[in-house]
């Protein structure tokens, strides 16, 4: 079965770092692209950016680049978002998903991780 | 305000037929393929459409997409209460960048 699992829910204070995984299985996850979605609560989707395990090819939205880090290790078929700062406003529910590329539909997601910043 | 543009929400009984609009601009769904994703209460999104009209495996030929010039649609035949849920339509768009649209919640009366 093709899964991607995420990491447990954060509870963090404004200013700590974070980093948050999401594992691929059941496929070959050097073969396909991960993104990262944000959605804010009671509010809509919005991407954030997409790693290619493969050779680490990142694209970020504008209006996240600076703002977080995509990564990925792909000798255990896990990609990462991470903070290096933290706001309140950072607080939010982050999928990660799988596609075949930026431009083309994301076919798998994983169950999401709830990231709480709070002083 | 989200680039994509679709109604905020739509109703219509079960067994009926309901149709969800998403415009946008030559910018993205006018050069780019739309997917159209399904997200039920407090669950992950999930993949309805992709590539303008595509089905993945396991959906329903209940939900259909279409596209014409900047703007697409997602038709769901045969309603449901299972298919009460918020539905985002998504595109790349040239600020290399997918963009998603603000969300229609359906309501199956």
């Known amino acids: 079965e093709v899964q991607l699992v995420q990491s447990g829910a954060e509870v963090k204070k404004p200013g700590e770092s974070l980093k948050i995984s999401c594992k691929g299985s059941g496929y070959s996850f050097t073969s396909y692209w991960i993104g990262w979605v944000r959605q804010m609560p009671g509010k809509g989707l919005e991407w954030m950016g997409i790693i290619y395990p493969g050779d680490s090819d990142t694209r970020y939205s504008p209006s996240f680049q600076g703002q977080v880090t995509i990564s990925a290790d792909k000798s255990i078929s896990t990609a990462y978002l991470q903070w290096s700062s933290l706001k309140a406003s950072d607080t939010a529910m982050y999928y990660c998903?799988?596609?075949?590329?930026?431009?083309?539909?994301?076919?798998?997601w994983g169950q999401g991780t709830t990231v709480t910043v709070s002083s | 305000q989200s680039v994509l543009t679709q109604p905020p929400s739509v109703s219509a009984a079960p067994g009926q037929k309901v149709t969800i609009s998403c415009s946008g601009s030559?910018?993205?769904?006018?050069?780019?393929?739309v997917s159209w994703y399904q997200q039920l209460p407090g669950t992950a999104p999930k993949l309805l459409i992709y590539?303008?009209?595509k089905r993945p495996s396991g959906i329903p030929d209940r939900f259909s997409g279409s596209k014409s010039g900047t703007s697409a649609t997602l038709g769901i035949t045969g309603l449901q209460t299972g298919d009460e849920a918020d539905y985002y339509c998504g595109t790349w768009d040239s600020s290399l960048s997918v963009l998603f649209g603000g969300g229609t919640k359906l309501t199956v009366l």
């Open positions: 998903a799988r596609s075949t590329g930026p431009y083309y539909g994301m076919d798998v």
């Open positions: 590539e303008n009209n």
């Open positions: 030559s910018s993205n769904i006018g050069n780019n393929y």
